[in-house]
């Protein structure tokens, strides 16, 4: 049962690695197919990435974002679902390492293990200023964020109480901008009656931006409004400059030294270092670089996609990590896998942009849809509408949709629970690290 | 600012310690009165802890069944929240020691902390028979209970299978029944398509109880009932045998061996630990033996309520820790403190019996109301009606309602999510300990 590569070879054997929104799509595409699909992912649920911010400002539960893959695809009956971490690929054996021991061999191999944080070598920045690509990574921000302000409640001495009310994200990208709105919203408008000792809505929100403009895929208009939203509602945004040092007092950006008890990564990329034991070339990311099929270079049997891909046939620079490409490309290996079976040619990949947006804050976004360039309510709405129809399952939509509304009609956040995860209190009374 | 017990002494000091059903209804009751009142616990949350088990079983998300205490108080101008751990009560200077060294004077205290599990003085136990609590146990639970499944499905050996595929639980009260109940139904519901190597309707969930009757409160006729509901949807239920061994493998009951790797703890409580240090009396699970006006003896100034007190007078036998026991206690205590102040003589307290329930599965419970028994259907919409009412606030309501609504018609549970607590996957490929 461990063993379910090594079964019978009657049909051919497709295993994807990763249950994103590559993997997903990858999984779905193949499904009805006269093939024998094992998709493999460490954790035992999609996630939604794009609202993940919502988990850490404490809007949205992990549940709300998140489905179990194998109750996504129970219905697909040529497919089974394994929870297991693959350590490396043997190319030539056709097998998979996995953590524990046993191995998985495969005829089709789609790698889709995404990224994680990258510190630009800074690895002890990590612990001060933690980085948001899963939920426990969602909750642990939003434990941070929450014990900041009962921490500032009993403190006595101004300037550490200065410090932690304030919170500095680095990285002007949309998860970066979008953590920035909501937690300003949250000290504005969520907290301030709450407490007796401290005014919530007086704590500073700094977003830094090492480059010149925050979201800069969306063209200087559309960042320029993004940037004078982010203003209006109170968040401080410093563009042009590097972040030089980060630790358990604060950050410095450039020459200037922010006090700051709570620091949020949102800067740089790393790709899953699965993409190494490929021995293909990578990007400076660790992306691999794909050719134009998604296949990995002298190994027609393998593709890449999503966040682990570097793909830029006929592109000026390549295509970014975004949920579409991701979702396209899954689309795209499984077509291509298809179509090597029935002994066909294959079809080079090609993104369809079909937009991109970000949301500021309450009824503010930017959107960009082929030549259309949207911002304010309107890109807002369309904004909402998208979000909620692209979550999975019925159920998600409709719970989302109601914390929306509660928490725009009444400015409160449902999820606002400090839980522990190592130990139980461990956080509360610790001093500054 | 930390010192806030030391300010103005303008006003007598009330100082409740513990946000559970107790000290927040008594918080509540001192509302508009010319005190100060400062609550004091560990969590920042209010927790509704009937459901629980809920949230153990994938039904329900923490935010559901939770709330900031600061929150639900906010209106209360003459009140002030501190998330803080109480070590020591003094006495004879009326002052409270809190984790981290600061102190907290009062006119008046209201200790409410409650209570944990205890297992006899087995505290080895406690590693493999996870108790439920707090919403750290619950989703510790919670993943242990999923987790089981994935282990089973690649596990080729089919002893290791079946052990995997065991659930005991220990303790036959409310918890222990809900939990047994909801965990069969999720076995042979909720969970068999979605696996392709196991059948996970044939998972065995058993119920153990030391004494003779499950739901003992409940008089034998309901026990009886609620005994066959019960053992319908298929779980295995042993009475008159208390559990003599629990390890990595399983435990031993009586004399009996059964093999099994998730084990859930439902029955044994200790009071909190801070009742020691008053220095009066304690019954045997450690509760504060408290005067008729819920002080403690020698100390009118001092109140424990909920279950961290044993209230014995007029009683053939102490009052149960039930919720409504100890909201009742809060709004006494804080009733006798009013008294005192004004001088007038106070209330013995009087536990008004509004009625107990508990529920076995899907349309199925019991219920005791005065004279009234019930079992079946009504009881359980009942059951349902009466725990939505309960829950704070509306939004939390309709959430809970949904959710219900949703894993009624759909067989389904939409939390199912295995979130890591320490490190990232350690239980995944984790041997049995």
């Not at 379910?4 to 590559?22: E, L, M, T, Y």
């Not at 509602?233 to 922010?258: A, C, K, L, N």
């Not at 066909?344 to 930017?366: L, Q």
């Amino acid at each position: 049962m461990a063993q379910s590569g090594r079964g019978s070879k009657a049909s051919p054997h497709v295993v994807i690695v990763g249950g994103g929104f590559g993997g997903l799509e990858a999984a779905k595409a193949l499904k009805n197919e006269p093939l024998r699909v094992t998709l493999v992912d460490r954790r035992n649920h999609h996630l939604f990435q794009p609202l993940l911010y919502q988990v850490a400002s404490a809007t949205l539960s992990p549940a709300d974002i998140a489905a179990p893959i194998r109750h996504i695809l129970r219905q697909q009956r040529n497919i089974e679902v394994q929870l297991a971490e693959v350590s490396r690929v043997d190319l030539q054996a056709r097998s998979l390492d996995l953590e524990g021991g046993s191995r998985l061999d495969y005829d089709y191999l789609i790698l889709a293990t995404g990224a994680s944080h990258s510190y630009f070598g800074k690895e002890a920045w990590a612990r001060h200023a933690p980085g948001l690509k899963s939920l426990e990574d969602a909750l642990d921000i939003r434990r941070r964020f929450l014990l900041s302000f009962e921490q500032a409640e009993r403190e006595p001495n101004p300037e550490a109480r200065k410090a932690l009310l304030t919170y500095v994200i680095v990285g002007g990208g949309a998860t970066g901008v979008e953590l920035a709105g909501t937690f300003k919203e949250m000290t504005s408008l969520t907290l301030p009656k709450d407490f007796r000792h401290i005014h919530a809505e007086r704590a500073r929100v700094i977003l830094v931006e090492a480059g010149h403009h925050i979201l800069p895929s969306f063209g200087e208009g559309l960042s320029e409004k993004a940037l004078q939203s982010l203003e209006k509602i109170g968040v401080e945004v410093r563009v042009g400059q590097p972040v030089t040092e980060v630790d358990g007092q604060g950050v410095t950006v450039g020459t200037e030294r922010i006090l700051a008890r709570t620091i949020i990564w949102a800067a740089g990329v790393a790709a899953s270092t699965l993409g190494q034991s490929l021995g293909a070339p990578l990007d400076r990311s660790g992306r691999v670089m794909v050719e134009a099929d998604l296949s990995v270079p002298g190994h027609p049997e393998v593709f890449v996609i999503g966040d682990l891909a570097s793909f830029s046939h006929g592109l000026v620079r390549p295509l970014p990590g975004l949920a579409p490409v991701a979702s396209q490309q899954g689309r795209a290996a499984a077509r291509n896998i298809l179509a090597s079976l029935s002994r066909k040619p294959r079809t080079p990949f090609r993104y369809r942009d079909r937009g991109t947006m970000a949301t500021i804050g309450r009824g503010s976004a930017i959107a960009q849809v082929g030549p259309f360039r949207l911002a304010g309510w309107f890109a807002w709405l369309a904004w909402l509408f998208i979000h909620l129809m692209l979550l999975v399952g019925f159920r998600n939509r409709l719970a989302v949709f109601l914390e929306w509304l509660f928490a725009y009609v009444s400015t409160q956040r449902r999820a606002r629970l400090i839980v522990g995860t190592c130990g139980n209190h461990a956080d509360v009374d610790a001093p500054p690290e």
